[in-house]
Nanobody, 123 residues
């Protein structure tokens, strides 16, 4: 099994930045594709970004492309989501998830999920 713990969420003004972390334990972290997802109140679960096990394949949702950057440090068993130019519409609970699938933006294909971290962007 893989355990995932998100951190780094908080309150930030529009235009500001936050860096989220996803720390993994319990399994060889480098073998997994890791994705970030989010869910705002009253809205559907939404894909944000993923990064492959090697780190050389990344993909972003259109609404965050150019503003967010996903990266990983396998030596630290951690994946990061750097969020810049934040907008109020980015307000949501952010979750990281892991899968042995080589590359996917479909949440249903992810096997392990963290508890989430709240990101609130004020205007």
């Amino acid at each position: 099994q893989v355990q995932l713990v998100e951190s780094g969420g908080g309150l930030v003004q529009a235009g500001g930045s936050l860096r989220l972390s996803c720390a993994a334990s319990g399994r060889t972290f480098s073998a997994y594709t890791v994705g970030w997802f989010r869910q705002a109140p009253g809205k559907e679960h939404e894909f944000v970004a993923f990064i492959s096990w090697s780190g050389d394949n990344t993909y972003y949702a259109d609404v965050v492309n150019g503003r967010f950057t996903i990266s990983r440090d396998n030596a630290k068993s951690t994946v990061y989501l750097q969020m810049n130019s934040l907008k109020p519409e980015d307000t949501a609970v952010y979750y990281c998830a892991a899968t042995l699938n080589v590359a996917t933006a479909l949440g249903s294909l992810y096997d392990y999920w963290g508890q989430g971290t709240q990101v609130t962007v004020s205007s």
